[in-house]
């Protein structure tokens, strides 16, 4: 039998910041047709609650150090304000959103990243992807909406990188499912040169990858996200694409496709 | 064919407010035989975090009043800090929870409370309860752990009493199910006297209910609860209780047993 076709897509705080293009990007979610799981970052939010209650969050490395105070930050503004917001307004769409943490139906379990150079606290790498339950979700018409908050199944919450955990979910998904794994940002695609947003690179593949490393065209906060896209096409994952939100919506939108 | 049994207990702030009586609560939840729901109230934390940000929650007849800034910070207590950290705590004891508000799968639809002499914000009054996909997650192992927030089905939250979510879930899974609805609270169930917790009215029917009223015995916070009470046996449910959270662990327990 012919597996079924599952959109997992992912979103960062550039448009979770930015209320219009928030709306507008869901609105597009709910259009979309087939199965499909969204999995969305922080944004600002957490940050500015951090500030107005008195802490300072510490980023190393573009990593989050979180902290118990900033755990509790992460967890009431991913896990409660913004996944509850976006599934509502998912709703409103007719789209049946199920927002979820790594802890419900404990479909996401992590450990506590292992102490070496740095201690980054309460920050999960994940283990396992539970994808019986989330199967269920699917299969029962409903589309599941995760945070980038798991759990180590011993009681605590762990905050985890959310463009991991899209890769997860699709290399999980991936027996079961033709994978294509979106992940949105606000470039139209890994570019050529930063200042000319029209250089998208079409395609790259791992020869490539290693090219535009060298030539410093792929640097910093790309090169973590690079790499879950290669892992999750090495796993099994059908199709890869990194582009502009508006991708999963206008169809002459350019993209970088990945291949391996 | 006959019904299955279905266990849907409350918790309220004065479990949530202590880590150990909450902890051990957990833990008899998780041993609870059978299909089960928790619905969790919210407790001293969004009062906390709204005077540490500047914000006086106001209070009304025991009803807070939820403008939009205090909306933000219930929907951050309830649906992500308590809701999560307790699904997390029932994982750990290998209960399947599954944390929820009434937005996720469109469990619970509801309307902001009409204005009448009091404006009580973005307070939800319950429309309905969707059980086809509560029905969903319990057939397919999982504990729904509601909090209480609710939606309009036009993408706005709205914050809704945990009582009464407790009653119109039973009520609305009355007609597949076999319902206990279990109110726990501080006392050990309905006291003749304050003063003496080993009191306890082991029956109500409405007769009784009538003249303990009379008697100012039942007044203030306790008549809504008996309002949920009496609502949700006239609708179908088989059994309501009132007592300490021990109750749902201890067979020796004293509580009282609401009767048409």
């Known amino acids: ?3 079924q076709s599952l959109s997992i897509i992912k979103i960062g705080g550039n448009i979770i910041n930015n209320s219009e293009l928030l709306s507008s990007f869901l ?7 087939g199965l499909k799981i969204l999995v969305h970052g922080g944004g600002k939010k957490a940050t500015s609650l951090a500030n107005s209650i008195g802490l300072e969050p510490k980023i190393l490395h573009g990593r989050r150090i979180t902290d118990k105070a900033n755990l509790e930050i992460v967890t009431m503004v991913y896990a409660g304000l913004l996944n509850k917001n976006i599934t509502a307004v998912l709703q409103q769409n007719n789209c049946n959103a199920l927002g979820l943490s790594g802890a419900d139906a404990n479909c996401i379990l992590a450990h506590k990243r292992i102490v070496k150079d740095v201690d980054y606290g309460f920050a999960g790498d994940i283990d396992t992807v539970h994808s019986n339950n989330i199967n269920v979700f699917l299969q029962n018409g409903m589309t599941p909406i995760f945070c980038a908050i798991t759990h180590d199944k011993n009681g605590q919450l762990l905050n985890t990188n959310a463009d991991t955990i899209a890769a997860e979910i699709s290399i999980a998904m991936a027996n079961q499912y033709n ?12 570019l050529r040169s930063i200042e000319d947003k029209n250089s998208v690179i079409e395609n790259i593949d791992s020869k490539k990858y290693e090219t535009l490393k060298l030539e ?3 640097t910093d906060g790309m090169l973590p996200k690079m790499e ?9 994952v059908e199709k890869v694409v990194i582009g502009n939100p508006s991708v999963i919506r206008d169809k002459n939108q350019s993209f970088t496709t990945l291949i391996l």
Chains 1, 2 share one sequence.
């Open 216 to 218: 410093g065209i792929i």
């Open 1 to 3: 039998m012919a597996k």
């Open 228 to 236: 879950n896209c290669f892992n999750a096409l090495e796993k099994g």
């Open 27 to 33: 609105k597009d979610f709910s259009e979309l047709e």
């Open 179 to 190: 994978i294509s794994l979106i992940y949105t940002f606000e470039m139209n695609g890994v």
